[in-house]
């Protein structure tokens, strides 16, 4: 809805009504065609703003229109009506102006923004572009680059860096309204052509094609296969090259394209997953709208290793004060320099003062005494962990919520260590801490509502993606890691490369491939969980490493890597040669190749012709199939939780949904019939062997992934 009213006498004033972000729904925009109408017509009025209700002026499209038949008018037309008005129209500017919303303060004559309001054109985050004439009047604007870093980005931009960019015309720390009405005022009565932007000219580049050659290239380097940053580029091209209204038909067949696509499907199903994820609840009873968050003011970090660090800087950041615990004197001194360095860089990239004096120093875990909230982040060895949760339980102060970082340790174990089971919750953080947004909540039997939803809220606060998930072995993201990283071993034994697996998970849109990402983070990380777990034996008296381990297939490739001391980028070798150590080029390595064909030989393996598809049906499906156990085994709530933590903590391509949304796009027969294919060829393999709840689904229909938390409250109610 819009409402209308008149102010000054001769100020026409639409206001939009659609809360929380007047998103332009059908009867939004209809409420808009009609006042537009009523001041346009009206003889008293001389000048017409548009606000948005509760000072927001427009979040864009509503995005639950899309997939819809969409009904009344359409917003093109709508703001060509506005932008051809015979009165100025001003777009008071407070909040945000995102998308459409951006897109209609375009089509006004002027633009008058509130210092602390967000512009931008987001619509490429969920694989479509401008399509109400963004791609064609922001360039002509504000000139063709700075349009396609906003574009092709969806980047947020400031009302000061709008004003620089010429996007607003002023910018008020004040009423918003006010000034609005103001300028409209002093604008009225003045010619108008030279206001609407449709008819400028884009502002002439030096070598056009070089220009959009250069940028093709970054974007379809950075996009990773996404669809939707190149079709923005060619929009933008078009606002460049082709007089508006052909490159207004050259945007609508862009975006039909864009509309129906798959990419599109999985990118706005992430968007409303994300918010899933908030509405969380355990079985225990905890939940979202209902439990009750302890307050935090004061939070400690206990071990100031690398995750601890970032730990400290993300508290401190979030406006917290933290005691941040080494009992290492050297190691204290060096944390202490680097979290202060941290804190530097990230206050001057976001243009405030650091937040040093939040972060307090000590060697002493009796320091910790009047936190509200404590982060374990020691070493990943279970002793050492019982030890520091006893020391805790003893000094910290009753009602203190204890949290350990650990990325796959029993939660409970280290529970039943306290005096209080039921204040202790996992806080697993993903590398580097103060940088990554996803976190993973991990609650135990005994975790109360309350230690949940103070965590959940503390990542909130901390501008995280809090998912809560169940305690087993790795959680969600590491427990269904596992298989992945078995199958890329396995191929490798089979006669596949670490150039070849990489190559197929990097063209299917991860950053990274598996074995250049082992390398990153360091060959022993995983060597020193396997020799823990019991599997990362010593060579056998027969000088063969055994290729089976606790009944079931084992590789030991990474373990004899680590035995020659390659572990990766650190050491200048692993699965790559790199021209130094910490080198970060990674470049085909002869060694590891002759390596490969001698431990083959060794075992008696004939090398095969493995292809792309056989990779990424081995490494996707297995990683996939225990997402399945994992929701069976009601660690989490629904598969929106699983796909959130895959796309945010594990560089799963957002436009392809996440490994349970891309299981039903490519469907979930299929992906029953492939694994039960590879469990055959490779019966010693459980990982292979098709889970119950996927073949239950693929009997009930395949239903859309929104419908299969239903199969499981089934599942749950016959159990």
Sequence with gaps: ???????????????????????????????????????????????????????????????????????????????????????????????????????????????????????????????????????????????????????????????????????????????????????????????????????????????????????????????????????????????????????????????????????????????????????????????????????????????????????????????????????????????????SGMLERGAKRRGVAPALDKVSYSHDIKAVADADLVIEAVFEDMALKRTVFRQLSAVCKPGTVLCTNTSGLDVEHLASQTRNPQLVVGMHFFAPAHVMKLLEVVYGPQSSPQAVVTAMQLGKKMGKVSVAVGNCRGFVGNRMLKPYLEQAFFLLEEGATPELVDRALEEFGFPMGVFKMSDLSGLDVGWRVRKADGLAEPVGASGQPARIRQGQRYSPLGDLLCEQGRFGQKTGRGWYQYDKSGGQVASSDPWLHSFLEGYRAMHGLVARRIDLQEVLERCLYALINEGFRVLEDGIVAGPEDIDIIYVFGYGWPRHRGGPMFYASMVGLERVLERLEQHHKAHPDVPHLQPCSLLRRLVSSGSPPVHRWREVLKKLNSQL
């Design 1 to 339: 809805m819009a409402q209308y009213s008149r102010v000054s006498g001769s100020v026409g004033l639409i206001t939009l009504q659609n809360p929380p972000v007047n998103a332009l729904s059908a009867a939004v925009r209809q409420g808009i065609v009609d006042t537009v109408k009523r001041a346009l017509g009206d003889p008293e009025v001389k000048a017409v703003v548009i606000r948005g209700q509760n000072g927001v002026f427009c979040g864009g499209a509503d995005i639950k229109e899309f997939g819809t038949n969409m009904s009344g008018p359409h917003l093109v037309p709508m703001i060509h009506a506005i932008e051809a008005a015979n009165k100025p129209v001003v777009a008071a500017i407070e909040g945000i102006a995102l998308g459409g919303g951006l897109e209609l303060a375009l089509g006004c004559h002027y633009r008058v923004a509130h210092s602390k309001a967000r512009l931008g054109l987001p619509e490429v985050t969920l694989g479509l572009l401008p399509a109400a004439g963004g791609t064609q009047r922001l360039p002509r604007l504000i000139g063709v680059p700075a349009a396609l870093d906003l574009i092709t980005k969806g980047r947020h931009i400031t009302a000061a860096e709008a004003l620089q960019l010429g996007v607003v015309d002023q910018v008020t720390g004040h009423g918003t309204v006010d000034a609005a009405v103001k300028f409209a005022l002093s604008v009225a009565g003045k010619p108008l052509d030279a206001r609407r932007i449709s008819t400028y000219p884009c502002p002439r580049t030096s070598d056009l094609d070089a220009l959009f050659e250069g940028v093709m290239q970054k974007v379809r380097q950075s996009a990773r296969g996404a669809i939707a940053p190149i079709a923005c580029v060619q929009a933008v091209r078009a606002a460049a090259t082709l007089p508006y209204l052909q490159g207004m038909e050259r945007e609508k067949e862009l975006m039909a394209t864009l509309f129906t696509s798959g990419q599109a499907r999985a990118l706005q199903y992430g968007f409303f997953a994300q918010r899933a994820v908030g509405r969380w609840s355990t079985p225990s009873g905890a939940r979202w709208d209902t439990s009750k968050p302890r307050p935090v003011h004061i939070a400690a970090v206990i071990g100031l290793g690398t995750m601890g660090r970032g730990i400290a800087v993300a508290l401190a950041q979030a406006g917290l004060s933290v005691v941040a615990v080494e009992t290492q004197e050297k190691q204290l001194m060096e944390a202490k320099q680097a979290v």
